[in-house]
């Protein structure tokens, strides 16, 4: 047993881990990890650009699917798909063993597509409806746009993760998406499932950037402590809308909560301790999605304790504090927001770009 099992039976958190590549399924590492503990995969437009740009894993398929005149664009989507649903082959033991509660695997729609609901509704809908298996969590960015998806695709009955949060009025807004689409469906809810994916260690560098930039003693103290304590506000939101009549009445029916899942876990600060937005974070009905670092990293010396509604007083203050500084916490969450975003549509478009000259090698115009 390792300490990923342990975070899991005696703290009930799910540890996941935040990378996906055919090296990683075709060598069995996935399949180890497994063993190790962990309960699921998350995926995302740039962890699949580095993993099919990184060597000739995907050149075979890619190559095949030019012989059969696929564009490039849906050769991506092939080579993806393929790899998620060998991952969720890998996964669904842990999905079964719990009741579907864990094991899923999570891809993510194209990132151009943030600020068009209809066009992510369409688009989650078909990525849910081509890829079989019940422990697939299709990924939407919990844009304005977004979040209105969200409402819908939960109502159709499919299973989402919500993901790019970095704010606690966003947090708010996914939960309600969430509660209203299970209330606007009638039947049983026991197959809908979700996940809430907060965004924690880009909050402390984009809250950081702006202390230092204020420069005051106060300023400066606060450094590292406010990705944290929002994150322990956001799961007493969770307690607190996950309860009551309301939420009753739609267990009664079969519904799952939605999980909050803390994604962006890794330490960017070497300064701060490696593990600090995993051991702060640990508590029931939760989930840690991490790197492979971070993942090995907490097997060697992660600290078992459940944390996650401890001093939520003192991280009331926190964010007071922040804001009796001048930290605009409302607006760092649409910064992160916007460049998170970004960040995955350049990484997309850098991916397709690359592909298509790869294409142009492997099979030139004529050929």
Known sequence: ???????????????????????????????????????????????????????????????DLLRSRAAVDDAYWDMVVADIVDAMAVLAPVYAASGGADGYVSLEVAPALAHDTDGTVAAARDLDDRIEGPNLFVKVPATTAGVGAVHRLVADGRSINVTLIFGLTR??????????GLEARSGDLSGIASVASFFISRVDTEVDRRLEGIGSEAALALRGRAAVAQAKLA???????????????????????????????????????????????????????????TVA???????????????VDDARRTMDALAGVG??????????????????????DELISALSQKAGELHPTGA
């Open 1 to 63: 047993m390792t300490r990923l099992h342990q975070l899991y039976d005696d703290h009930g958190q799910s540890p996941w881990i935040d990378n996906l590549s055919r090296p990683l399924l075709r060598t069995g590492r996935l399949a180890e990890l497994v063993e190790q503990g962990i309960r699921g995969v998350t995926s995302n437009p740039t962890i699949f650009a580095k993993a099919i740009l990184a060597g000739s894993d995907y050149d075979e398929q890619f190559a």
């Open 297 to 311: 990293a907490f097997v060697d010396h992660g600290v078992l304790a459940r944390t996650v509604d401890a001093d």
């Open 235 to 293: 799961y007493a939101l969770f307690a607190e809308r996950f309860a009551g009549e309301r939420w009753e009445a739609l267990v009664a029916r079969g519904a799952h909560c939605q999980r909050p899942l803390w994604a962006s876990t890794s330490t960017k600060n070497p300064a701060y301790p490696d593990l600090l937005y995993v051991d702060s974070l640990i508590g029931p009905d939760t989930v840690n999605t991490m790197p492979d670092a």
């Open 327 to 348: 930290v605009d916490v409302d607006d760092v969450a649409e910064v992160l927001e916007r460049e998170g975003v970004a960040s995955f549509e350049k990484s997309f």
């Open 171 to 180: 947090y708010g807004e996914v939960i309600e998406a969430y509660l209203s």
